[in-house]
């Protein structure tokens, strides 16, 4: 891989992670178009989605700081809305609990059976659910994420493992099916994805057996991330509070079915 490569996977990938059309899909899709092998640049892969996830932090880092804030505050201390952050935080994490139990499950059963037309498939279904979703959250307006809200966009989440199904549009979609209002929905489902994606950073670099990389070229890759990850989060809220969703099920679908078509 060179600096070039390096620097139009970072933006694909910065791109993608937050834009519900999968990041993974994308990624495997451009590297087979560019003729990159997908385990000859797993630690690459890990730095581009370390981009992405801090690309989120800092776009969320006054949510994230309150809510982390709260949970470690005395209970003395703690006010109204103390309590409510600290509940949202406790709901962030138990709702991370099916996504860690699929990926330990299923991590290495996906990397069997993977096959590019099998991402074709994912990114026809995630189309169907996006504008599903869509049409399920014309008229939400539940403002308030309850226990069973955020199961919900849990267990979304956890289907996003497939590569080609979007997790930020799987969570998304799960919060507009439970009835929660879009930018609520929107806004729950980006902090959902910050304890799922730091552990399967953990979990990337143990269990990767080589570290031999070029510095230089993963560091670019993971710094374009960060720079078009923070403007695809901004993209995506405006886009899901003016009804727009639809769109990316639109181009998903489009997409899918090329790679299917390409790959029978």
Not at 33 to 39: D, F, I, K, V
Not at 43 to 61: I, K, N, Q, S, Y
Not at 175 to 182: A, D, H, K, V
Not at 190 to 218: E, N, R, T, W
Request: aromatic share 8%; proline share 2%; charged share 15%.
């Amino acid at each position: 891989m060179d600096l070039i490569h390096a620097l139009l996977l970072g933006i694909i990938q910065g791109i993608t992670e937050w834009l519900p059309v999968s990041s993974s899909g994308h990624l495997v899709i451009a590297q087979e178009m560019l003729g990159l092998s997908a385990e000859e640049n797993l630690l690459f892969d890990l730095f581009v989605h370390a981009g992405t996830l801090a690309a989120v932090c800092v776009f969320f880092r006054r949510e994230i700081l309150k809510i982390i804030l709260a949970m470690f505050k005395c209970k003395d201390m703690r006010d109204e809305n103390d309590e409510k952050l600290r509940k949202l935080g406790y709901l962030i994490l138990i709702a991370t609990i099916p996504v860690g139990i699929t990926g330990i499950l299923l991590t290495d059963v996906i990397e069997e059976i993977f096959t590019l037309q099998l991402v074709g498939a994912a990114l026809l279904i995630n189309a169907v659910v996006l504008v599903l979703a869509e049409r399920a959250g014309t008229r939400n307006t539940n403002k308030s994420v309850g226990f069973v809200e955020a199961m919900v966009a849990g267990i979304f989440q956890a289907v996003a493992i497939f590569p080609g199904i979007s997790r930020s549009g799987s969570t998304l979609s799960g919060g507009l099916f439970t009835g929660l209002e879009r930018e609520v929905a929107a806004t729950f489902a980006f902090l959902l994805s910050v304890p799922a994606l730091v552990a399967a950073f953990a979990y990337g670099i143990v269990k990767l057996d080589i570290y031999d990389s070029d510095m230089i070229i993963m560091s670019a890759g993971a710094v374009t991330a960060f720079m078009t990850g923070l403007a695809s989060i901004g993209f995506l809220l405006k886009a899901v509070k003016s009804g727009k969703l639809w769109i990316f099920g639109v181009y998903c679908a489009i997409l899918g079915a090329i790679v299917v078509a390409f790959t029978i």
